[in-house]
């Protein structure tokens, strides 16, 4: 376990399955229309860290030898219903008058193509658990390719943005393509409650950026203010992030038959890693260098918005209230407020948050049989608070 000094490399657990991720997304993302596939396919060339499918593997692991309850007579899905290849038919996009005239385009679903769903033999992964693994990646990558637009980022994983390269509404076409896809995935794995838990997370992703948006403005008359614009921050950070982390930890264990306490413990493991992961993130915008994350550094008070760092030194430093108020958009105001942060114990505060969500992320799957996949999710926690990307 995480306490001993044998390092479980968590990455290395699931190696095999992750060289195979990148291909079988790539192939979720083919189209008939060649740039539409490009720009999909965009953010696959570069190294993301895969932190949410590794997640989801290693959940479907440590959990393979836990506490069962099949839910449903015949859960035995055929592999055939996940695997058939998802790809357009190239006729529309032919310059022949005729061929274009056919309004209906095969169905994604009837393939016309050879290609077939690869991985390694692993018997503790299940085929569909594999696939809510590129799932997961699917969505995530989609919402960064909205993000991207709505944050005017210029990079992303070291190389220009999507946006930059091709334009914002290619950019915004390709993350609803990439959501289809993942939609069609989805609905193959004949899984009611997990289409549920993950058209879910889509809303939520949507409705925690709304709430960034739309920050409601704190009334510091009220005693309480600061707390209820930590709390509020925690809201919309969980629906940001922590919910496709929880939803698909939880869809993992609900694909793998697990118990309701089972199933239980890796949403709550995925909710406070994910809680915890996306502090760190926002005490990464202010301390690390935009070179080494291989996006823009900084960028929250850029764009205007107050994360924990900020939240936990307003109390102390009540000016940060009239730059919060307008949203740093005066000359030299991002400059005194990150001066202010990092004058005040906000970092650390910001710190210590994290470590207690990802000490909960511990003990919520301490009762999990022993094994590799389980301390490789206890070492995801002790990655997620030393990461420096
Ligand atoms: C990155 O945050 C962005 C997210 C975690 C989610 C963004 C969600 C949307 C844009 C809503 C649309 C969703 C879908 C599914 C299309 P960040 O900007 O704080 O981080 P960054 O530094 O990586 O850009
Ligand atoms: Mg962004
Ligand atoms: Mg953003």
């Not at 889509?202 to 709430?211: D, K, P, Q, T, Y």
């Not at 890796?266 to 502090?279: P, R």
């Amino acid at each position: 376990n995480a306490t001993s000094n044998v390092t479980i490399d968590p990455l290395k657990l699931v190696a095999q399955e992750l060289k195979f991720l990148n291909k079988n997304i790539r192939q979720l993302l083919g189209s008939g229309h060649p740039v539409l596939a490009t720009v999909a396919k965009y953010y696959t060339q570069s190294e993301g860290k895969h932190v949410r499918p590794l997640l989801v593997l290693l959940m479907a692991r440590a959990t393979a030898f836990a506490a069962k309850q099949p839910r449903y007579e015949s859960q035995s899905l055929s592999r055939s219903s996940i695997d058939t290849p998802i790809s357009s038919p190239t006729v529309l996009y032919d310059n022949n008058p005729d061929q274009a005239s056919v309004s209906e385009p095969t169905s994604p679903l009837t393939s016309t193509s050879n290609e077939t769903y690869a991985f390694p033999d692993d018997a503790s992964i299940l085929p569909s658990q594999r696939r809510l693994a590129e799932i997961t990646e699917l969505i995530h990558t989609a919402s960064l390719l909205h993000d991207d637009v709505i944050d005017h980022s210029t990079t992303r994983r070291s190389a220009p943005s999507a946006n930059t390269t091709f334009g914002n509404k290619m950019a915004v076409l390709a993350g609803d393509f990439m959501l289809g896809r993942a939609s069609v995935a989805l609905a193959r794995l004949r899984d009611p409650e997990v289409v549920e838990l993950l058209a879910t997370v889509i809303a939520n992703l949507v409705e925690g950026e709304f709430m960034q948006l739309k920050n409601t403005a704190s009334d510091e008359s009220n005693p309480k203010w600061n707390e209820q614009a930590i709390t509020y921050y925690l809201q919309k950070t969980y629906l940001k992030s922590a919910s496709l982390i929880s939803k698909s930890c939880r869809a993992a264990a609900i694909l793998g038959q697990c118990a309701p306490s089972v199933v239980e413990a890796a949403y709550q493991y995925g909710k406070n890693l994910g809680l915890a992961f996306q502090l760190v993130d926002d005490m990464l915008d202010y301390t690390i260098s935009a070179g080494e994350l291989g996006k823009p550094a900084g960028a929250d008070l850029e764009l205007g918005l107050a994360t924990a760092p900020l939240l936990f030194a307003w109390k102390d430093r009540p000016e940060l209230g009239l730059l919060v108020g307008r949203k740093f958009a005066k000359e030299g105001d991002v400059q005194r407020a990150r001066e202010l942060v990092l004058q005040s114990d906000g970092l650390k505060q910001t710190r210590a948050l994290a470590q207690e969500y990802a000490d909960k992320a511990i003990s919520s799957i301490s009762f999990f049989p022993p094994g590799e996949a389980k301390d490789g999710l206890e070492e995801m926690c002790v990655k997620v608070m030393k990461r420096r990307k």
